[in-house]
């Protein structure tokens, strides 16, 4: 089992756990290959996951940034369920995106569309290209 702690001055910001890890030097500095099964817990400031993303595998970049491939599924802690096939988390602005069909489902609705970009906790996202369904009180 392969685990990497992502940091920021010390200050933990997600832990990545998988299978099989290799760490590959690119001419821009290291990459880490993850598969086998991926989970990657995100953090709030304040330490507390927020979410959780899980896919076939993973690359990590030098500079933090997260691309999750195959059967990706993100998780809030308030509930709300992201499904697609591809995921980027970039670690500049805490944003996660996807250019690829997804599907978010909240108790209530389902919201699908093509591309996607979302604060990492899912609270506040867009949905491009979207359509949806919903629950109507009658």
Known sequence: MARVDLT???????????????????????????????????????????????????????????????????????????????VRRSAKDTMIRSDRAVTITMPEEIIRGKGFESDQALKRYRIFRGSGEALIQQ
């Open 8 to 86: 920021t001055s010390g200050i933990r910001h997600g832990v990545v756990q998988a299978a099989h890890e290799a760490e590959y030097r690119t001419k821009n500095g290291s990459e880490y290959h993850l598969d086998g099964g991926v989970k990657l817990t995100l953090f709030d400031d304040n330490g507390r996951a927020t979410t959780t993303i899980t896919a076939e595998s993973a690359v990590i970049h030098d500079n933090q940034d997260i691309e999750a491939t195959g059967s990706v599924v993100v998780t809030s802690t308030e509930g709300t369920i992201l499904s697609t096939e591809y």
